[in-house]
Structure formats: C-alpha cells, structure tokens
C-alpha cells in the first residue's frame, strides 16, 4: 500500500478550506440597507427644502438662548430617571457586545479534584486494588469552533447592533426630555403671563365694583348692574385662583422632569422668547441620521438579519477542536511527576440531520422577526416624517394667526373704551360695557396662548427632525 504524498495532503486541505470559505459567502450575507421610496415625500409641505442642513443639526444650548431654561436641560440631562436608566440600558448592551466579539477565542476551563472509591472485594478489581482507589486529577480543556459559515462573526455583528440601538434609545430619550423640559418651561411663562393679565383684570373690576355701587346710592345705575359687576369681578378671581394651581402643577411636573423634588421654579419673560430664525427642516432624507428612533429601529433592523444569518448556518456541519491535558494519578506524591502527564486532542466535525425541527424553526421565526423589524423601521420613518409635517404646518399657522389675535385685542380694547364713553354720555348699557370687558380679556389670554403654541411648535418641529441629542 502506497502512502499519500504530503504535497497531496496540503493541497487537499487547502481546496476544502476554499471549499469551506466559499460557501460562507453563501450562508453569511452582509447587511444592506433596503430601499425606501417614500424618504422623498415624508413632508407633507408646499415648499419642501433642498438644503440638507436641518434645525436638528443645531445643539440645544444654541436653539434656547434663556439662561434658566439651559440651566434646567443640563440639570434634566444630569439627573432624569429615565436617562439613567437608558445609560444603565447601554451598560448591558454593551455587555453582550463585548460577550459576541469574544465568540472568536476558545472556550478554556481548569479543574482539579481528588477521588476517593471503596471497591467490592468480590468485583473485578476489589481484590487487585485491595478494595479501593484513590485518584488525583489536575486538568484543562481547550475547546475553539471555526467560523466556517459565519455564524460566529454573524452572532457578533447582532451583538453591536443590540448596542448601537440602544445608544440611539439612549439619545431618543435625550431628545424627548428636551423636548419635555422646554415645553413644560413655556408653559409656565405663558401662565406667568395670563397670571399678570388676570391681576391687572382683578384691580380694574375691584375698582369698577365701587364705582357702580357709587353711581347706584347716587340714583343713576340699578341694581343689576351692580350685581353684573360683582359677578365679572369674582368670575375674574376664580380665574386668578385656576391659573395659580395650574403654575403650582407645572412647577412640580418641570421639577419632576429634573429628576428633583417639588420646588420653585426660577424663570424668564414669555416676551423675551424667539425660536423663529432656526427654522429649516432640511431633507427628508437627513431623518435616517437624525431620528435617534428612526436609528434604533434600523438597528433593530440589522439585529434580526444577523440573527437569520445564525438561524441558517445552524443547518451546516460545524468544526470544532477539543483538547485537555493535565495531570492524574493515583498517588498523591507522584500527582506532578512527569509521568502523570497526560493529553487529549480531538478535532471533529458536526452535522445535524434531525434535531426534532429545532433549526428549522429557529429559521422561520428569525425571517418573520426580520419582516416585522423592517416593517416597523418603514413605519418609524413614516411616523417621523407625519410629525415634522403636523409640528411644520401648525408652526406656520400659529404664526400666521398671532397677526389676527393682535387685532382682535386691538379692537376689544376699543369697544371697551367706546363703551365706557358711550354709557357715561348715556348711549349705551352697562351690559355692553361689561360683554367688551370680558372679551377684552379672552383675547389677551388667547393672544398669549398663541405665543406659546409658536413656541411649542418649533419645540415639537426640533424633537420630530431628532434635535436635542447633539
């Protein structure tokens, strides 16, 4: 019998490592991107951007310019519950990560033991071992797989791509408590505001209370119109009286969001506030580097094609090297001698061929997990492109309406005026009068809502292009 040359033998392994190598290609595909068609039309807006550069690109410490409001962001940022626990979220995701880069390296365990077994004397060997061993063992197992169809490298790209989505879940909830932290601060100078409209509403009636009381032991009003007065008057005050809890609740629910107990809040003038020169939205496109969801999701994405990378390598044999050694023997003087030196090396290979449908399953589900991760990435984008379409369209309407508003009150002031001039000439009624009066006052607080829901807009318009994060 002729032995096989070992030119032969090298050339052999050779054409099954390439064998082998090739057919990863097959198993293990590399993620790309699926195609999108509706990234071009995700704004629903007349004059849709050409320029890439987007509001979201601005940092919060530019976009606020008031100093408590930066002040309480970093605070927030700093110190909100649901930040840290995001941080404490990427802290195990990182964990995995660094378990699924270690897959390459093998597996390597010590052990040492000492065994003590009491034979029968009428076995085999009771008599010969005069009825019991004692056996020392100090051993060590190497085990390494090779990544011949990827599954490994597969398992460790799924592992950074667990990571990076939660990095992005990380900045989604930082964009989201600005968002919060900024719209909760509006609010409160919006109520400040009505606050200080309602005082100066409150005076004026308290006033107006005494006169037509005045007016009435004097003979020229009735008692009706006394009694309209009081009524505008503590109409006014219980109004006074709902702004007040409403500010109460807003400073705990901004404290809340600081990730600190209930206190007074520091704040500026609603009056002093504009966001209006930030306004670009620049290309749909600048979503999907943008929207930390919108990241997430696609990293959710490439998570489940890894993972159906893994499901389909499970179907083929897998090659895997084994190895111990140490030392064992049945005197305890002699367990480190040279002679107790011992050595296992196996290398095998491992193909399922029934397993209960266990793989194939494994299969199935990781495709329909990898349809439903892709179905929910288009939706995310979809949802974004809804929200900074709504936030846009409301922002050019509050700002178109503030112009009406202004005229509104100019008008009221007006009437109320005429109506004062026109009753003490004895032209009109009191309860003209006081109809102008409380409209006066509904278009003041309206005007002031109005500057709020500009300003909430361009809040809401930054968090759904995915500013804050940066």
Known sequence: MKLIKKPYIYRTAIVIIMAFTLQSCFVAKDYKRPELEQTENLFRTDNLATDSMSMADISWTE????????????????????????IQQMTVAEAYMKQGKAGYLPSLSANASVTHQELSKNSQFGSFFNGSIDQFEATGNLSWEADIWGKIRSNKRAGEASYLQSVAAHKA??????????????????????????????????????????????????????????????????????????????????????????????????????????????????????????????YSLIEAFEMTNVARSNFYPSLTLTGSGGFQSLEFDKWFNANSLFTNLVGGVAQPIFNKRKFKTQHEVALAQQEQALLNFKNTLLVAGNEVSNALY???????????????????????????????????????????RQSALNAELNVIDNK????????????ALGGGWK
């Open 63 to 86: 976009l606020f310019s008031d100093s408590d409001l930066q002040k309480y962001i970093n605070e927030g940022l700093q110190n909100n519950l649901d930040i840290r626990t995001a």
């Open 173 to 298: 909830v930082k964009t989201q408590l600005v968002s919060n932290i900024a719209s909760t601060y509006y609010q409160l100078l919006a109520l400040d505001a009505q606050l200080m409209v309602t005082q100066e509403t409150v005076v004026a009636r308290d006033s107006s209370v005494t006169t037509i009381q005045a007016l009435k032991e004097a003979g020229q009003e009735t008692q009706v119109a006394v009694d309209q007065n009081i009524a505008q008057y503590n109409n006014a005050k219980a109004l006074l009286i709902d702004i007040q809890v409403e500010i109460f609740r807003t400073e705990n629910l901004l404290n809340l969001l600081l990730g600190r107990p209930a206190q007074p809040i520091e704040r500026g003038d609603i009056d002093n506030q504009s966001l209006e020169s930030y306004i670009k939205v620049g290309v749909p496109a600048t979503l999907l580097s943008n929207r930390p969801d919108v990241i997430a999701s696609e």
């Open 394 to 436: 409301a922002y050019n309407a509050e700002t178109e309406k503030f112009e009406y508003r202004i005229k509104e009150v100019e008008a009221l002031r007006n009437a109320e005026n005429n109506s004062e001039e026109l009753l003490a000439n004895g032209y009109a009624n009191y309860l003209d009068l006081l109809t102008a």
């Open 452 to 463: 709020l829901q500009q300003l909430l807009s361009v809040v809401n318009l930054y968090e």
